[in-house]
């Protein structure tokens, strides 16, 4: 992908033009919550009821909805391991995610 000065390339299309913040970023399908069924409206449901979610399914999890049963595990794996579960607590935590999204220039 060709870069575009100063731009990280999360923020650039394959023609190195800017892309507008309301881009959709999915390469796969994904399912919104309002048009879930079945295992996967009730794993949305688990995550929604969590309050570190917001009430919604962040859309790195939205990623998975076609394979259920693999979106719940990585929920739990996470819910598990970090979100303050860890040793380093949920402050340092973020600290270290945003470094490395900003490393990684990833949009998230």
């Known amino acids: 992908m060709p870069r575009t000065s100063g731009v990280p390339p999360a923020l650039c299309s394959q023609n190195g033009k800017y892309r507008e913040k309301g881009d959709s970023m ?3 399908k994904t399912i ?10 009730q794993v949305y449901a688990e995550v929604m009821k969590h309050p570190l979610s917001g009430g919604r399914v962040p859309n790195v999890l939205k990623s998975m909805s076609l394979r259920p049963e693999a979106l719940l595990s990585v929920w739990r794996m996470n819910l598990g391991i970090t979100f303050g579960a860890s040793t380093l607590g949920r402050v340092r935590e973020e600290m270290i995610a945003t470094a490395v999204s900003a490393l990684n220039h990833c949009y998230y």
Do not use: Q, S
Not at 32 to 41: F, I, M, S, V
């Open 32 to 41: 919104d919550e309002k048009e879930a069924t079945g295992r996967l409206a």
């Open 26 to 28: 999915a390469w796969v």
